[in-house]
């Protein structure tokens, strides 16, 4: 009998015994797949505008202001995660942020990053990196367009950040490097639950920043470091 004369919506396979399938198809282990993950459709200021995908964050048309926002997933637990934010447009002023914080990180407008009781880190244009409103590094620089890469090792309380390719915390491998563990900012007083990727978009009435994120693995402009996994995975 050839495929043309089964009935149809019939499929030409050999019956099977229980539990084994066709050649050539995979059952997929563990039950469901990755989780999507997004910049939260909640959590964020109601005047910032995401993208159809909610990759996409983008401020007003208003007067100069920051209007923050972050995901709903997070990194916790015992994987090692890697991600990536790019400023896609910086506002005139150049005072939009990208960084992390916690599930109780203030979303409404006028709050920044890493100016906050560490709920938050805040890593600036310039390449100043802001917790409980003290600078606590200062790092490479990053301009419109850039992308910028994040490390967390979430049981460390650890966290690397590069511009590009460029080197961890503009440090060479031999000081920071995720993939053994070497250096990295202490994040651990941000508390011992979820560490949210998050943002501050500045509106402006001509040139309002743009925040794109990057978390699946197809997505990453550059490779992750050994051992670390996509959000969600």
Avoid: C
């Amino acid at each position: 009998m050839s495929a043309s004369d089964l009935p149809p919506g019939t499929f030409p396979f050999t019956k099977l015994p229980p539990g084994r399938m066709p050649q050539g198809l995979v059952k997929a282990s563990g039950g469901a797949g990755p989780t999507v993950v997004t910049w939260s459709p909640t959590q964020h200021d109601p005047n910032v505008t995401l993208s159809p995908n909610k990759l996409v964050a983008t401020a007003p048309l208003l007067a100069t202001q920051g209007y923050p926002g972050r995901t709903d997933v997070g990194a916790v637990g015992s994987k090692n995660y890697y991600f990536e934010l790019i400023v896609t447009q910086m506002d005139p002023g150049q005072f939009t942020q990208v960084g992390v914080g916690n599930s109780s990180m203030l979303v409404t407008a006028g709050n920044t990053l890493g100016f906050d009781s560490n709920l938050t880190i805040g890593f600036f244009h310039s390449g100043a990196v802001e917790q409980n409103s003290t600078q606590i590094a200062t790092i490479g620089s990053y301009s419109a367009g850039s992308v910028l890469g994040f490390a967390i090792n979430p049981t460390l309380g650890l966290l690397w950040e590069r511009v590009g390719t460029g080197g961890w915390l503009n440090d060479i491998l031999a000081n920071q490097n995720p993939a053994t563990n070497t250096g990295g900012l202490n994040i651990s007083a941000l508390g011992g639950g979820s560490i949210f990727p998050a943002y501050v978009v500045v509106s402006d009435p001509t040139t309002p920043a743009i925040v794109t994120a990057q978390f699946a693995l197809a997505s990453f402009t550059n490779a992750a470091p050994a051992g670390y996994h996509a959000l969600g995975n």
